[in-house]
Nanobody, 115 residues
């Protein structure tokens, strides 16, 4: 089972930025997509964005224009750059690694945006 370790969460003021990282214990080329999801209190987990093995990205409407996903294949790491944060972005952010036969999750990192 791949280990996905998120880091970079924390407390930030509205309008600020954070960069999340997800370090995988195996080659991320083993997965079709690497993604970021989030779950706010009392809400379902939702997609933030994801990146394919070929580097294509797609984002939730709430993330478009503010968040950017990138991958560092040499380090088996995926990043989520978040700019223009607002209180609605407060959530636990989870890294996901997916291929048809495997769907793996990290333990999550808390992001709190103060207004």
């Amino acid at each position: 089972q791949v280990q996905l370790v998120e880091s970079g969460g924390g407390l930030v003021q509205a309008g600020g930025s954070l960069r999340l990282s997800c370090a995988a214990s195996e080659n991320i080329f083993n997965f079709n997509t690497m993604g970021w999801y989030r779950q706010a209190p009392g809400k379902q987990r939702e997609l933030v964005g994801r990146i394919t093995v070929g580097g294509s990205t797609n984002y939730a409407d709430s993330a478009k224009g503010r968040f950017t996903i990138s991958r560092d294949n040499a380090k088996n790491t995926v990043h989520l750059q978040m700019n223009g944060l607002n209180s609605e972005d407060t959530a636990v952010y989870y890294c996901n690694a997916n291929i048809i036969t495997r769907n793996c999750w990290g333990q999550g990192t808390q992001v709190t945006v103060s207004s």
